[in-house]
Structures are given as C-alpha cells and as structure tokens.
C-alpha cells in the first residue's frame, strides 16, 4: 500500500457518497489513458495503462454512459427516491470493487506517478514502513481490509446524506424552490471538480473535504436543535408539541394558543382564527389534522404514528378538495393580474400553483404516478413560458387552469 494510495482512498470516499459512477469512470479514465493527465509526471518511466477489471476502454466507455444516466436521474424526485432504496448498499459496493481494480502493478505505478501538489506528508510517510511505499503487484489482505474500512466510510457518509437530503424534504418536499434540483448540481460540480483538486493537492484535499463534511453535519445539528426549540410543552402532560398542533399528540389535550402553520410548514405568527381552514392547512403541508406531525406516507388512507387519527375520512377528502379549489381560484385570478408583465408574470403564476395548488395535491400523489405527469407538467411549462413571453396575460390562466386539472384528476380517485 502506498501514500499516495492512502490519499486517493481517503479523498474519494465523499465522492462515492454524493455519486457512484461517477468518481468511478474519472478515476478509470486516468487508469486507462495516464498520458491525457497533467497531474502525472511520466519523467523518467515508461507508464503502462492500469487495466480496469481488465477491459481497458471498454469500462470507460461503460462508467461513462452509467454516470450520465445518474446525473440525469438524479434531478428527478421519483428516481431520486427508487436510487435511494438501494444507494446505502450500492455506493460501498461499487468503490469496494473500483479499490479492487487498481490494486494492480500499472495502476499503483499510475498512482505512485501523480503529483498530489507535489506534497507528501511526512507525518504520513513516517507512519508507513519502506515496504509498503513501493508498488506491489499482487493484492494483500491489508490492501483489503483498508478498502473494506474506506467502503465502510463510504456508507456512513451515505446515510448521512440521505438523512441530509430528507431533512432539507421536509422544507421543500416537492422541491418547488428547487432546492434539491440545487444540491443535486453542486453534487455533480463536487465530485467533478473535487476529483481533479484531489489529484493536484493530495492531502489538502482531504482535509478540505473533512473540513467541509463536519461544517454540513454542524450545520444541520445546529438547524434540528433551533427547530426543536420552537416545540412548546403541553399544558397538560409536558409532551413537547408544535405551536400549531390543535391537539397534543401524547394525551390529546387542546391547544389553547393554536398559531398558524407558515407557507413552507414553519411556525407561523399569528393566532388561528378558523380551525376548518387550519386543518386542511396542516393536511395540505401532509401533516396531521390534530397533532401536526409528519404523515409517513402519501397515501390518503393512512393514520398518524404519533396519535393515530386517520389522515382523512370521506367527508374530508371532498372539504379537502374545496379548499383547494379555492385556493385555485384566487391564483387563478393572481394569474390574470400579473400575467401581461413579460416572462415574470409566467415565472410568478407558475410559482404561486405550485405552492397553493400544485403541491397540496401532489403530496398524496406516489412518485410512480406522477412521474408522467411531471413530464407533461415539464413541457407544457416549457411551451408556456415561451409565448407567455408575448401573451402572458392569456396564457397564465390557461395554464394554471390546465395543471388544476390535472392535479384534481390524479387526487379524485383517492379514498380514505
């Protein structure tokens, strides 16, 4: 095992938690091409290409088309959450099998010639014996054991990630602000641009890359601890609840100061004053109608794990309904206002359903079925921001109107 070894492994463990194929096909892509790289300094040796899984460009061309696939599914939520299932798993599994692959004599060679910013730690070198700084050409158990640990780091930082990912859900469930479309970019900016300042500076790369993990991991600590502040104890049992919880999820006690719930589910300012309103409010953010909290699923026949109260009855999927509908109306007619002012006025009614129509609907829609009608959704947006360029005025009401329609008639066959 060498340093240099020892530095890759480390550095492209946070890459294989944001991406699986795609760290893998940049680092084959120097395993297989070493002259194309101006990190490597060749001075002096004749490299030979590492061997992928020994097919060469073949698992370039392979990984590559692999990667672009999961760029493109990531930015969509439905295959988001299908990844999702099996990442925890995979991810390891496949930086497990790209460690393996370049344990041979050429790609330790390939490794042994990067630069790493021309820096090799002497703290690191004094903690490795002469033997274990030369290149070897069969694999050891130690060499094993290490990519088993690193793999092992590779899950731990997954599962971070999606706790990560689902935190920031519960904020922008249905990604209307685009959050997570946000994230997903910078991911794939990371680990393309990570991988090559990996190359360049080595060991400062995998600090920075430490550095940067633990500032998320406070971050978010930081962000649950001040959201948990906001919780006040009930009056009756000390459960701690959320301010606008009609009900105490523990024993069930009214709340006798209810506030409102905020457009993006955070607490809100002011004092309830119609609690019909409010409790279709909390179902439109899929919380529950009497203790406010996280409805598991997107079914509508489901209960609450906190209290239990069935998410909806028969009666009150139809006052559901209507109150959406309602909300309809007055984007409708917001559309219609702000519609004659160029390419805003679309970016404002196509923002403005999202938010009170589009999203109260769709959060008890599964992924699978909305997955053809987000592409629908996404090429009639496209058609209309185009000529609501020059008819804004008429085209904002009739798409707003075109995608009410679609959304109620993916809610209508729902039952409690």
């Not at 899984?53 to 696939?69: D, H, N, P, Q, R």
């Not at 069930?252 to 506030?259: C, I, K, R, S």
Request: net charge neutral; with cysteine; hydrophobic share 50%.
């Amino acid at each position: 095992m060498t340093i240099n070894y020892l530095i890759y492994s480390l550095g492209s463990i946070p890459m294989f938690s944001s991406r699986m194929f795609l760290p893998a096909f940049l680092i084959s892509v120097v395993m297989v091409f070493p002259e194309w790289m101006p990190f490597i300094d060749n001075t002096g040796m004749e490299l030979e290409s590492g061997a992928v899984f020994g097919m060469g460009e073949w698992i370039v061309a392979l990984l590559g088309v692999l990667s672009i696939l999961e760029i493109v599914a990531d930015k969509n939520s439905s295959l988001q959450s299908m990844m999702g299932q099996f990442e925890g798993a995979a991810k390891p599994l496949v930086f497990f099998l790209m460690q393996l692959a370049i344990m041979d004599e050429g790609s330790m060679q390939i490794l042994d010639a990067i630069n790493w910013g021309d820096s090799e730690p002497e703290a690191v070198g004094m903690l490795m014996s002469e033997t274990t700084t030369t290149a070897i050409a069969a694999v050891s158990y130690p060499q094993i054991g290490f990519a088993l640990l690193c793999a092992f780091g590779v899950f731990i930082l997954t599962v971070f990630r999606r706790r990560l990912l689902g935190f920031l859900e519960q904020i922008d469930e249905d990604d209307v602000f685009r959050i997570r479309r946000l994230i997903s970019y910078t991911e794939d900016s990371y680990v393309l641009f990570g991988f090559f300042i990996l190359m360049f500076f080595g060991m400062l790369a995998v600090i920075l890359f430490a550095i940067v993990i633990l500032a998320v991991f406070l971050l978010k600590r930081n962000i649950e601890r001040r959201a948990e502040k906001k919780k006040v104890p009930c009056v009756s049992c000390g459960a701690t609840r959320h301010v606008f919880s009609p009900n105490c999820g523990s024993c069930g006690a009214g709340n006798e100061q209810l506030m409102k719930i905020g457009i993006l589910g955070q607490p809100g300012k002011n004092p309830v004053e119609d609690y019909d309103a409010h409790r279709m409010n909390l179902l439109s953010h899929r919380r529950c109608s009497s203790c406010a909290e996280k409805l598991p699923s997107r079914k509508t026949n489901q209960s609450c794990k906190a209290c239990g109260t069935p998410a909806f009855t028969e009666e009150s999927l139809s006052e559901y309904r209507s109150f959406v509908t309602k909300r309809f109306l007055y984007v409708l007619v917001f559309s219609a206002l702000v519609g004659w002012i160029p390419i805003a006025g679309i970016i404002l009614s196509i923002v403005a359903y999202n938010l009170y129509v589009g999203t109260p609907f769709s959060r008890y829609v599964s992924r699978g079925e909305s997955f053809a009608v987000k592409i629908l959704t996404r090429i009639l947006t496209a058609i209309v921001v185009f000529f609501g360029s020059f008819f804004g005025l008429i085209v904002a009401p009739i798409y707003v109107g075109i995608r009410y329609l679609i959304g109620r008639a993916q809610y209508a066959g729902k039952r409690a």
